[in-house]
C-alpha cells in the first residue's frame, strides 16, 4: 500500500498547480516524481493512474537501480508505462565516478550537506557503460524524453563535492 503522505502531497501538488482544463490548454502540468524504482509494481502503477487522472504530462524522474541493486528494471517500466499514457519523463541520470573517487565527507553542522562525490571526478566511459544500454532499451521501446538531466541538481553544494562548504 502507497504511504499516504507522499500520495496527499502530491495531490496538494496537483490540486494547487490545476489541471490544463482549469488553466487553459497552452500550459503542461508536471511534477517531480521521487524514486518511484524502490516502489512495487502496484505502486508505481497507482501513481501513474493519479498522474494520469490529474492531467500530469511531464514528470521528473530518475533513471536508477532501486537501493541495494543494479536493477534498473522498475525504473524502465516505470518510465515507459507513463510514456504509454501519454507523460514524458525529464530524465535525472545519475553520474558515473572514476575509481577510487572520494566523497567529501558530511557536514555535522549543516545536515543537508551529505556525502558527495565531486563533479570532477565524473568516468565519462563508465557513464556511457552504465547508460548506452539503458537508452537502447527505452529507444527500442519507442519511449522519447521531454529532457535528460545530467545528475541530481549538481549546481548545489550537497550534490557536487567540488563545491565548498558554506561558511567555508
Known amino acids: 500500500m502507497i504511504s499516504r503522505t507522499p500520495v496527499c502531497a502530491l495531490g496538494f501538488l496537483l490540486i494547487a498547480l490545476g489541471t490544463p482544463a482549469a488553466v487553459g490548454e497552452a500550459v503542461t502540468v508536471g511534477v517531480n516524481v521521487v524514486n518511484p524504482q524502490r516502489l512495487s509494481a502496484a505502486d508505481r502503477e497507482a501513481v501513474l493512474g493519479r498522474l494520469e487522472v490529474a492531467g500530469v504530462r511531464v514528470?521528473?524522474?530518475?533513471?536508477?537501480?532501486?537501493?541495494?541493486?543494479?536493477?534498473?528494471?522498475?525504473?524502465?517500466?516505470?518510465i515507459r508505462r507513463a510514456y504509454e499514457?501519454?507523460?514524458?519523463?525529464?530524465?535525472?541520470?545519475?553520474?558515473?565516478?572514476?575509481?577510487?573517487?572520494?566523497k567529501r565527507p558530511a557536514v555535522k553542522?549543516?545536515?543537508t550537506m551529505w556525502p558527495s562525490f565531486p563533479l570532477s571526478?565524473?568516468?565519462?566511459?563508465?557513464f556511457r557503460a552504465v547508460f548506452e544500454p539503458l537508452f537502447d532499451q527505452l529507444e527500442v521501446l519507442g519511449v522519447t524524453f521531454a529532457a535528460l538531466e545530467l545528475g541530481n541538481e549538481i549546481n548545489w553544494t550537497a550534490f557536487n563535492g567540488d563545491f565548498p562548504i558554506p561558511g567555508e
Not at 59 to 75: E, Q
Not at 86 to 101: C, F, N, P, T
Open 59 to 78: 514528470i521528473r524522474v530518475p533513471l536508477a537501480p532501486a537501493w541495494g541493486s543494479d536493477d534498473y528494471g522498475p525504473s524502465i517500466d516505470f
Open 85 to 102: 499514457r501519454g507523460i514524458k519523463a525529464d530524465l535525472i541520470i545519475g553520474l558515473q565516478y572514476r575509481e577510487g573517487a572520494q
Open 109 to 111: 553542522d549543516l545536515p
Open 121 to 126: 571526478a565524473a568516468d565519462p566511459a563508465r
